[in-house]
């Protein structure tokens, strides 16, 4: 895994391919579409539940994943509540149309303050060129945001189309050109807990069944994770993902702010929970200064005592 603390503050499923085979199966509802290996459906929308991990899929499992990292406006922490560490989204290779679905994990901040995602995207390195593009989707599918800082409004109920996938890809994407690629993400997303949402399949996710206890106490209308199985250790995880999303759990629980909605076209219960949102991105970014202080600050004084043994 490239992603040391410093690059994590400082440089800090499955749709499968829709395009081709008839007995593909694509619903816009909540979005369900059938995996190509034939392992059934798949949401390409997230519901907030399922946002508190990574959508375990067959191309995730068997490590034919690629993962890039990228930025993400700041527009789509519209779309934030408490535990949220997933956004869904759709790529495109522009050479011939083939489709993938992508993960947008957020996994710190960059120097120039924005947020750091890991793109998941389900297809093989060779499968993708510099000509691929990438969207993220919002909740509902009503919004698409690019790597660039746009955000745009599309309509949602034509998304059940490959024609129309197509065009907002190819008209609102942004190209993964020659964007960093993360080796071994893949391979520290499965060792983390796996949570069983029944109907809905399973996700990794960072957090304890403490961590999901305090998420449920924060917003009550998590009422699917009642009935969650935790499938394995379920133990606290200790990464760079997990130390973004439970400065927020911190945050929320600090404000007593009760948190209700999640999606654009939802209002905020009051301006305590609007704040809440707005420390919490704060709180974040003022972490990434005091680090890049301090690093100043020692590099300051590692050169001060350079020059001083040079005059003696």
């Known amino acids: 895994m490239e992603i040391t603390r410093r690059s994590f503050m400082a440089g800090s499923a499955a749709l499968l391919f829709l395009g081709g085979c008839s007995s593909k199966r694509v619903m816009m509802e909540n979005g369900p579409i059938t995996d190509e290996r034939g392992s059934g459906d798949t949401n390409l929308l997230v519901l907030p539940y399922q946002s508190l991990g990574v959508k375990i899929t067959p191309a995730l499992q068997e490590g034919a994943v690629t993962v890039f990292e990228g930025p993400l406006p700041d527009s789509v922490m519209g779309e934030e509540y408490p535990g949220r560490i997933r956004y869904n989204g759709l790529a495109v290779n522009e050479d011939n149309d083939k489709e993938f679905f992508v993960q947008f994990v957020r996994i710190g901040i960059y120097k120039t303050g924005e947020f750091m995602y890991a793109i998941i995207i389900e ?6 060129t510099p000509n691929t593009k990438v969207v993220e989707l919002s909740s509902v599918g009503e919004f698409v945001s690019n790597l660039s800082g746009g955000t745009y409004q599309i309509e949602k109920e034509k998304l059940e189309g490959k024609a129309y996938r197509l065009e907002i890809v190819r008209k609102y994407g942004s190209k993964i050109g020659a964007r960093r690629e993360i080796f ?4 520290v997303v499965k060792a983390w807990n796996i949570y069983d949402f029944e109907k809905e399949g399973k996700i990794f996710s960072p957090y304890g069944v403490e961590d999901i206890k305090r998420i449920k106490r924060i917003n009550p209308g998590y009422t699917p994770l009642e009935k969650m199985i935790a499938d394995g250790h379920a133990t606290l995880s200790t990464n760079p ?8 759990l911190t945050v ?3 404000m007593n702010a009760s948190s209700k909605g999640w999606d654009y076209s939802s209002e905020l219960a009051n301006r305590h929970l609007m704040g809440a949102i707005i420390n919490y991105v ?15 600050e ?4 590692e050169r001060d005592e350079a020059l001083k043994g040079k005059r003696r």
């Open 282 to 296: 704060g709180q974040l970014r003022l972490a990434l200064l005091r680090e890049l202080n301090a690093e100043n």
């Open 123 to 128: 297809g093989e390195r060779s499968e993708l």
């Open 298 to 301: 020692q590099l300051k004084k």
């Open 252 to 254: 929320f629980e600090g």
């Open 241 to 248: 993902v997990y130390t973004v999303a439970s400065i927020a």
């Open 184 to 187: 071994g993400f893949a391979g």
